[in-house]
């Protein structure tokens, strides 16, 4: 098995939000790994291979093109079923994304860029590069701009891996997160060639379906909101819940602890919250984290510094601000029954 980073988006840019949910299956009925400058019917890489082998390489108007997209001929004559991609910079930037393939190269015949892919399964997703399980070696190989494939040592995915697992197996029933607290349930592989089950407790969601609790947290959210005459926007651009009340646009990050203890929950919740808003900021969105459960008294301080609403539902009750006297409108939205 080897290990290469993805590079999708030129340092600066955005990073493709199409080729992310591509991964996860998000927009097909199997999850893809996608590479670019393939955005022509002859860019396909078997086509290139074998003009290549052929002495007919283009030599007019379209070799420039030709060119650039043969930088990738790794993704169809070097990776193999089983190796391991590291997509950089998604589903956002300081972040990566990690899929096993699972098939033959293909390419797809639609328009647009992107078309070379591979078949590939989630292991995991959304992992922040400052997180410790990442490693130092692994770190600086998705930090630094690589060309759009490159090899990174076998030694340093495993690292990566052998440290998810051992979390895993830290996180069972009865463990305690060092403050006193019961970290939550999570699930231990039946079968260690499954990497995606073995590490779903990363990706917060089982065998890479949407995670129930948390759709059915956002349902919940979703009808509370629209009963009080407020139209929300469901995963747009990353972000859990977003929606407008009395002239302020507000986001919020919503963790559900049904594979996540609630200090992991929290921590999570509060990177993401930040990365996606900045309070410090006139014209930023107010930030709201949205828990399924109680949180300790430390943890609503360190958010209210930070100027961040923590909200927590009650399947009975609805939903109840933690940290009131923060945002005066929310106080009232959520007091209401």
Known sequence: ????????????????????????????????????????????????????????????????????????????????????????????????????????????????DFRSYLPCKPIAEDIPLSDGVVGTGLRTSLQRPRGRLYAIPTDLADGFLNRLKSRSRSSQPGKTDGSGGKRGRVRRPADLDELKDRFSYVIGRQKRTVNRVHQKYQIQLRDFLRERGLKADFEGDFIDVSFSLDGNDYIGEVKVTNWLSMPEAFRIALGQILDYGSPSKSDSPRLIIFLDKEVDARRIKLAGTLGIVVVVSNQKKGFAVKNPNIDPALDRLFASR
């Open 1 to 112: 098995m080897k290990a290469y980073g993805v590079q999708t988006a030129d340092v600066g840019k955005p990073p493709r939000k199409d080729v992310f949910e591509s991964l996860i299956g998000a927009t097909r009925s199997k999850p893809i790994a996608r590479l670019g400058w393939s955005y022509r019917d002859e860019l396909d890489l078997r086509k290139l291979s074998t003009a290549r082998h052929e002495g007919a390489w283009e030599k007019g108007r379209l070799k420039k093109e030709w060119d650039k997209a043969w930088r990738g001929h790794g993704f169809y004559d070097k990776v193999k079923q089983r190796d391991l991609l590291f997509y950089r910079n998604l589903p956002a930037h300081g972040r990566f994304t990690v899929v096993q393939v699972t098939g033959e190269y293909g390419y797809l015949k639609t328009d647009g």
